[in-house]
Nanobody, 128 residues
């Protein structure tokens, strides 16, 4: 069982930056591929970014490429989402997710159904 706790959300003006963090429980964090998803009001949850166990293999939704950066710190059991040049359309609840990935060191996952463990979410609001 893996528990995920997001933090770092808040209210920011358009063009600003936020850094989301996701702290995980357990001593096997390095065996999990990680992802960030978001859900805006009235919309389906959507993929934002993913990072493989390798730490260097990443994937991004087209809407955030060049603005967001996902990273992970395995000794700290944490994954991060650095969000720059924020836009009002980035407003959503952001969720951290984990997938046990023992046999896939370099693979990222961008489908919601790939992930088993989810955090409770953190609200990001971008004002215009």
């Amino acid at each position: 069982q893996v528990q995920l706790v997001e933090s770092g959300g808040g209210l920011v003006q358009a063009g600003g930056s936020l850094r989301l963090s996701c702290a995980t429980s357990g001593r096997t964090f390095s065996l999990y591929a990680m992802g960030w998803f978001r859900q805006a009001p009235g919309k389906e949850r959507e993929f934002v970014a993913a990072i493989a166990r390798s730490t260097s293999d990443t994937d991004y939704a087209d809407s955030v490429k060049g603005r967001f950066t996902i990273s992970r710190d395995n000794p700290k059991n944490e994954v991060y989402l650095q969000m720059n040049s924020l836009k009002p359309e980035d407003t959503a609840v952001y969720y951290c997710a984990a997938k046990y990935s023992l046999d896939n060191y370099y693979r990222t996952y961008n489908e919601e159904d790939d992930y088993v463990y989810w955090g409770q979410g953190t609200q990001v609001t971008v004002s215009s």
